[in-house]
Nanobody, 122 residues
Framework: QLQLVESGGGLVQAGGSLRLSCTAS????????MGWFRQAPGSERAVVGV????????YYADSVKGRVTITRDNDKNKVNLEMRSLKPEDTAVYYC???????????????WGQGTQVTVSS
């Protein structure tokens, strides 16, 4: 059982930066791969990036690679998403999700939070 809470979203101008945070409950956080996903109205939830259990490997979607960094701190039960050079197409609700088996597809994840809204103005 994982309970996840995202924070840090807001309104930002194109070209700006934003840092999102996810805080997890429980002592099993380090056993899960953690992903950041986003969903715009009328669109499917799509991967932004994934970080492995011990932070030894990261995956990024082509659309954000070079502009995004995922980090995690298992001692603090936190996973962060740093976004730079933001574009209007980055506007979406961003979700923190956890899975016991590595995946870059949201439907394979077992836990997720309530989401945090990111709006990038042009």
């Amino acid at each position: 059982q994982l309970q996840l809470v995202e924070s840090g979203g807001g309104l930002v101008q194109a070209g700006g930066s934003l840092r999102l945070s996810c805080t997890a409950s429980g002592r099993t956080f380090s056993t899960y791969h953690m992903g950041w996903f986003r969903q715009a109205p009328g669109s499917e939830r799509a991967v932004v990036g994934v970080i492995s259990r011990s932070a030894g490997y990261t995956y990024y979607a082509d659309s954000v690679k070079g502009r995004v960094t995922i980090t995690r701190d298992n001692d603090k039960n936190k996973v962060n998403l740093e976004m730079r050079s933001l574009k209007p197409e980055d506007t979406a609700v961003y979700y923190c999700e956890g899975t016991s088996v590595w995946s870059t597809t949201s439907t394979n994840y077992q836990y997720w939070g309530q989401g945090t809204q990111v709006t990038v103005s042009s």
